[in-house]
């Protein structure tokens, strides 16, 4: 159990920014931004700021992971789509490499609202589950690769501090399912796998509150 663990945080270390984007990316804010009102507004809000928990606020969000992700909505060469969303797969098809590069570039120059944690005894728990890991489970903390105030590091993992809950529970939960499997070297697949739905109930409790 301690050897995978010890796998986890190495593989953690290990991700470079050139493995999880190929490149930083520069686009047009400006164009972004009117894309963004025709086409994502109304599920992840005009800035970013989603007004339903069940979708991601993206504001803030690194531009690289908002284009990864966009990329794996699409089909490429006939292939199905890497990442599995019917609504996303239908909005982010019509977009082009230049569009998704100027939609991220303007989502992360938004700036996340806080959110508010409602449960303290989840809030506990998440905390612990956040900041320590789960060393019994082989669950590393999340803090070693999304960073003490849930802000990633850039290039490589996203910004899930000020998330909503309901959003970040459903993802752990793909995640530990394998129904979701857009990450490299499975590594967020090996560690939802071990968390139970309490562990993800508190985990997402405590990042909708961290800021």
């Known amino acids: 159990m301690k050897f995978r663990l010890l796998l986890a945080l190495v593989a953690c270390v290990l991700i470079t920014p ?5 490149y930083v990316i520069k686009g ?5 931004q009117e894309i ?3 086409v994502c507004s109304a599920c992840h809000g005009p800035d970013g700021n989603s007004p339903l928990s069940a979708n991601p606020s993206l504001a803030a969000q690194h531009p690289e ?6 990329n794996n ?11 599995s969303n019917a609504i996303m797969a239908g909005q982010a098809a019509g977009l082009s490499d230049e569009d998704m590069k100027n939609v991220a570039t303007y989502f992360a120059a938004q700036k996340r609202r806080p959110l508010t944690a409602h449960d303290p005894e989840l809030v506990k728990r998440g905390q612990l589950i956040y900041r320590a890991g789960l060393a019994e489970k082989g669950v590393p903390a999340c803090a070693s690769c999304h960073g003490p105030n849930g802000s990633g590091l850039p290039s ?12 970040t529970a459903s993802q752990l939960k793909a995640w530990r399912s394998g129904e979701r499997k857009n990450d490299m070297n499975r590594m967020m697949q090996s560690v939802a796998a071990n968390l139970t739905d309490k562990d993800i109930a508190a985990v997402s ?4 509150g961290l800021r």
């Open 156 to 167: 490589q993992f996203p910004r899930v501090g000020a998330q909503h809950a309901e959003y």
């Open 28 to 32: 047009d804010a400006a164009k972004g």
């Open 65 to 70: 992971y908002t284009y990864k992700q966009l």
């Open 205 to 208: 409790e405590y990042l909708a």
């Open 18 to 22: 050139h493995s999880f984007a190929q």
């Open 73 to 83: 909505f699409q089909s490429k060469n006939g292939k199905p789509p890497e990442r």
């Open 36 to 38: 963004v009102s025709k």
